[in-house]
């Protein structure tokens, strides 16, 4: 099974993967959380073979829409927030819990949590020394790790009193261990790079030079050669066309190479690079950036840990579903700040619905001192106008569009996109040709020299350019529309 972690903070995110038993697939890399950086990752993610399960780590909401992204697109996610793992000792997470009547006993002792974590630790091969680099890396201790897998164990716990213990059968296991065979059996791979010098005797290729030459050529050039420089070095002295790509020959299994090289190759360490080696190509200079040793796995030696995956992800589905039912099933009344010392009653709600939502302050939106201003259905009406020639409107156009449409398909707004210049609404499917004239009035609010990008939000709030071209951060971009259209469809 392949394992995305994520780490997420404002604005952007550190992701790396790796498969079972530490084979690192990609190094961290900072993604943007952008359109067009996120579904990049989801195509990455996409294309491995075999399982993947994402966890994201946060401490406040800023996961949530790109857990959003994920999901929707079909992809396993869950949320860790280190600070809660932490603080769940204190017992303040748990106060809650005081209905005799309902609460089930699910207690956990500290020492059960710690065999469970070394259980983890065994099964998935996970040696100490890895695990302490891990957590001193995400600022957790072992403790921290303990109350983590308390936790897992409370609500497994829960599982069990409310739907009996979770018992995976043979053959869905086998069938596990079948589809991802390639993760419990696999030759020997490395990352493999060259320099190749070839001679007048090369098959393939060839040179002027003579192959004692070539020979002292390689050499020579070996000499001034380190792993921070080899891509430079491949482009600058390669015979080959990979030098164009920093010498990279992509990932080869142990066997599938020319025997001198397969031999020199898979000697060497990570970051280790070969003194010159012969082939009937020439010489070759090689460098190892990754490497993953052969593996073999019985299935009745890693049976228990596909079980304990299996088992892992019934109760989180199964336990998902109970909480959508619960959900489902309840009566939920949101109330406005100002009717929480009240408590109206369900056919108060209509009319909170339609009535004016107080004027709050926004970060770069300003209040227009106008009423709120919805269709016949009640929606507010959220409008960006655009122009084809405006950069501003390039950069934040996809924001916008993506962030509206989510509350359209719920029903909930009535939005547009019009381009000042063909009149057309970007956000249908059909061409038009002109723009309702109360909305041209919303456009010349405070805009003397119709200024693109321009914004309304509900009649209420106005904003011309954008707030954040500076920092890059169409992430802040979307969490401040997100918020007033929030504060706007709750009234």
Known sequence: MNAVGIDVSKGKSMVAIIRPYGEIVSEPQEVRHTSAQIDSLI?????LEGDTRIVMEHTGRYHEPMAQWLSEAGLFVSAVNPKLIKDFGSGSLRKVKTDKADAVKIGITQDQAKKEKERYLKLFRFPDEAFLKWLDSKSLTMEDAELYFKNKLILKRFYEKKFGAKKIPDEEAREYYKVNNEYYNRPAKIALSHILICHVESQGCKSDLSKVKAKELAESIRKSITPENFAEKAK??????????GGSLGVITKGSAIPSLDKAAFSLKIGEISDPVESEHGYHILYITNKAEELSIPFEETRESIEYTLEEEHITLELLKYAEQIKKNAKIIKYSETDRKGSPDLKDQANIKKSTPPVKQYSTFKATGKDILRNSKGQPVIIMFSHIRCSFCKWIEETFDDTVMDYIKKGLIEAHHYDIQTKDDLLTPETETSIPEQYLKLFDHENPNSSTPCF????????????????????????????????LIRY
């Open 43 to 47: 195509r990455q993610i996409k294309s």
């Open 236 to 245: 600058r002295y390669s015979f080959d066309s990979t030098g164009q790509i």
């Open 456 to 487: 309304n939000f509900g009649g209420m709030y106005f904003r011309l350019g954008v707030g954040y071209f500076d920092q890059d951060d169409l992430y802040a971009e979307e969490m401040e529309m997100r918020q007033i259209i929030e504060d």
